[in-house]
Each structure stands twice: as C-alpha cells, then as structure tokens.
C-alpha cells in the first residue's frame, strides 16, 4: 500500500498541546493520533470501529451469554425417542 504525506502548516498553540496530551493519554504517537481522528471525522473506519463497538466481549459477557443458552443445550428426551 502506498502511503502519502501531508504538512500541517499554521497549527495553534492549543490544538498542537491538546493532540499532544491525547496522544500521551493513549500511549500512541502523535501522527497515530491524528490518523485515528482523521478517520474517525472522515468516516473512514466508521463501520469497523461500530463492529468492535458490538463484537468486544469481557469474560463476564461470555459467561452470561453461555448460562443463558445452558437451558437451551438440554435435550428432551421424550421427543426424541
């Protein structure tokens, strides 16, 4: 994939320290940062970050999730005879 290169030019004071503090918050880079918000305004990984939104389970989720289907599992035997 090939990869362009854009210049900021002019950026304020307070915008540079506020990317700067969001980056340090995050432990990504500078440029990481502004490539993740640069997508997100654009729409870009819109969709994808809604899916992890939706696909992003704890254990405690998987746990509630397999107890609640534990009934379902058992099988009847007087209708399968």
Do not use: H
């Not at 290169?5 to 950026?11: D, E, G, H, P």
């Not at 440029?31 to 640069?38: A, Q």
């Not at 969709?47 to 389970?57: K, P």
């Amino acid at each position: 994939m090939m990869s362009s290169r854009i210049t900021l030019r002019n950026v304020d004071p307070e915008l540079s320290r506020r990317l700067r503090a969001i980056s340090a918050a995050r432990g990504e880079s500078l440029n990481g940062t502004v490539l993740r918000l640069l997508r997100r305004a654009t729409g870009l990984n819109l969709r994808r970050e809604r899916l992890e939104r939706y696909a992003t389970w704890t254990a405690e989720d998987v746990e509630e999730f397999t107890e609640a289907l534990r009934a379902q599992r058992k099988v009847d035997e007087r209708y399968w005879k």
